[in-house]
């Protein structure tokens, strides 16, 4: 057998394995607590969505596994607490951006009508400095996903990064949600495809950044959920990584999907909209998503370090968030460490 049959004939079984697990049933192994990390490994800027399978799929910025380079890591859980390591969902790069390494914070979604799921990526672009949001498609949640053949958007260094996709439930529409680099977080609507913008759409400035130093001086990782009336803006700030890094969680809110938007007054009442931040045990926590359990419960997914075993790098985070006088906060505005009421699954 030629080597590229070899690789067809190794793709086939791969994709039917993975159909095959799409169609079966699974009871969740329910537990009453959890503790800090929930995937022990390095799984930075995660994504998550609960699959019509029954599992739970997350999604990460590239990184390595068995020495071998990952794309987009992906991984899967049927209660957000147990997480099995798939790999990489984005194997085959794009030709627009197989020369480069960088695939960053993904986002995903769901279309029921076509039974397609949508990864968003950010990534270089071939012999420039500048970064783009790309478009990869699948019929399965797990891999292989396969790049639409040109990016959403590209733009000036990391202006163009951290894309999240938004189902308005109001309107029906479909948006994305972007931003980085000391500039404004950034809103427009997609079309109907959901791999280009709605003809005659034009971007929105979400959310400025701060020109004072802190958090809010550069504003990156967008996720907008709605609840009550209000859409709630989910970002992070500063510096995500290294031996300096002092990121963040922060929250805005708004009565329209387009801002704009207006920071919470933060936990010291300092107006930066802070709900989650370092402790003694965890730094650097942020780039989140927002899911829901069983019983309605919202849950942020986020990373965070360790500050004992810092080697690790951005383990995956997962902590339960309330509401209260119309914000979100999470239970000591921090990282929690330990043992707390795992989310709600149904047997």
């Known amino acids: 057998m030629g080597k590229n049959c070899a690789n067809w ?66 991984a899967r859980s049927l209660d957000l607490v147990h997480w099995q390591y798939l790999g990489d969902a984005l194997p085959d790069k794009p030709e627009w951006a197989n020369s480069t390494q960088q695939f960053w914070a993904p986002d995903i979604t769901y279309d029921p009508e076509s039974k397609t799921y949508y990864l968003y990526f950010a990534s270089g672009h071939n012999g420039t400095k500048n970064h783009c949001i790309g478009v990869a498609t699948s019929k399965l949640p797990q891999a292989p996903f396969l790049d639409t053949g040109h990016p959403l958007a590209c733009g000036k260094d990391f202006t163009y990064i951290d ?40 971007p929105h400035v979400v959310l400025e950044p701060s020109k004072k130093p802190g958090y809010n001086h550069l504003v990156e990782a967008s996720w907008v959920i709605y609840r009550k009336g209000y859409y709630y803006l989910f970002y992070s700030g500063n510096n995500c990584c290294g031996k300096d890094a002092h990121y963040a969680v922060m929250v805005a809110r708004s009565r329209h999907v387009l801002g704009p938007y207006k920071r919470f007054k933060g936990v010291n009442g300092s107006g930066n909209g802070v709900i989650l931040e370092k402790n003694s045990h965890w730094d650097a926590p942020g780039h989140n998503a927002i899911i829901r359990d069983e019983k309605g419960q919202y849950w942020i997914l986020y990373h965070a370090v360790s500050t004992s075993k810092r080697n690790l790098g951005r383990v995956l985070m997962l902590d339960r968030i309330k509401f209260k006088k119309g914000w979100p906060r999470v239970e000591g505005d921090g990282p929690s460490y330990t043992a707390q009421p795992a989310p709600v699954i149904k047997k």
């Open 9 to 74: 004939f190794s793709l086939m079984i791969l994709l039917l394995t993975m159909a095959a697990c799409a169609q079966t049933k699974y009871t969740a192994n329910v537990q009453s607590t959890y503790t800090n990390p929930v995937l022990d490994r390095d799984f930075p800027d995660p994504t998550v969505i609960n699959a019509p399978d029954g599992w739970y799929y997350a999604y990460g910025t590239n990184s390595s596994w068995h020495g071998n380079m990952v794309n987009i890591q992906v």
């Open 163 to 202: 894309p999240m996709e938004f189902d308005d439930p109001r309107s029906g529409k479909h948006y994305m949600f972007w931003g980085s680099d000391f500039a404004p977080l950034m809103g427009q609507e997609l079309a109907n495809d959901r791999v280009s913008f709605s003809p005659n759409s034009k």
